[in-house]
C-alpha cells in the first residue's frame, strides 16, 4: 500500500532561520497556516527553492494576498472559498479538499458524503485543480484516524483522485500504511534542530 511520498514541514512552530537549517538538511517543501507568517517567512527565504503549500483554515478575505505565494491549498473546504479563487486567481492552484472524516463538529472539512456534488459544483473552475483528498486524524484515537485515513483513501479511489495529505508527527505511519502521498510533519522536525 505504501506509496512514493512527499514530506512537508509544517513550519507553524518555527522561525525563518530555523527554516533555513531544515531545508539545508535537504526538506523542499514547506507548510504555513496562516497567511501573513507564510508570506514574512517566504520573503526571508526567497534566496531557496522552496515549494509552499497552505495547509490552515484560509479565510476568503485572504485568499487574494495568498494566492501568487503558495502552489499547493490543502484545505479546500467550502465552495465559497472555492468561488473566491476562481475570481482571483491568475493560474490554476492545485487543491486538496479538505474531508472532515471524523465527523468532529470543532473541525473544517466537506463531509465525505458531499464530496461528489462539491466536484460536481467547481467542475468548471478552471483555477481550481483538484488533485486529491486531504484529512486530519483524530488526536489520541489510533483507531479512530486509522478509519479516517483508510476511508480517504476509498474515497479518493472511487474519484479517481491521485493524491493523498494525511499524517503528522503522531500518525505519519498511519498514514502511510493507507497510501499518504503527502504527510504534512511539525513537531517531528523539532528533532531535527537539535
Ligand atoms: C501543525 C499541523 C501539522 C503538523 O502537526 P504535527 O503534529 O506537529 O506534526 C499538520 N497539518 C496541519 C493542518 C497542521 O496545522
Known amino acids: 500500500m505504501e506509496k512514493e511520498h512527499i514530506t512537508i514541514c509544517a513550519s507553524k512552530y518555527f522561525s525563518a532561520e530555523q527554516i533555513r537549517r531544515i531545508h539545508e538538511l535537504g526538506t523542499r517543501h514547506f507548510g504555513e497556516n496562516r497567511v501573513q507568517d507564510l508570506i514574512g517567512k517566504k520573503a526571508l527565504l ?3 527553492d522552496i515549494t509552499w503549500h497552505f495547509i490552515g483554515h484560509l479565510q476568503t478575505n485572504k485568499v487574494k494576498d495568498v ?8 484545505t479546500l473546504d467550502r465552495i465559497k472559498l472555492a468561488r473566491t479563487i476562481e475570481k482571483y486567481a491568475t493560474r490554476p492552484l492545485k ?8 465527523k468532529e463538529v470543532q473541525k473544517s472539512g466537506i463531509e465525505p458524503e458531499k464530496l461528489e456534488q462539491f466536484l460536481s459544483e467547481i467542475e468548471n473552475y478552471d483555477k481550481i485543480e483538484v488533485i486529491g483528498l486531504m484529512t486530519i486524524g483524530k488526536a489520541e484515537d489510533a483507531e479512530a484516524t486509522e478509519r479516517a485515513f483508510k476511508g480517504l483513501s476509498e474515497w479518493a479511489s472511487r474519484l479517481d483522485l491521485p493524491y493523498l ?16 502521498t503527502h504527510l504534512r ?10
Open 185 to 194: 510533519i511539525g513537531r517531528k522536525f523539532l528533532e531535527m534542530l537539535e
Open 95 to 102: 487543491c486538496f479538499i479538505q474531508v472532515n472524516m471524523t
Open 67 to 74: 494566492l501568487e505565494h503558495i502552489d499547493y491549498l490543502h
Open 165 to 180: 495529505s494525511m499524517g503528522m508527527t503522531e500518525d505519519y505511519e498511519i498514514a502511510l500504511k493507507h497510501g499518504a
Open 46 to 48: 526567497s534566496d531557496l
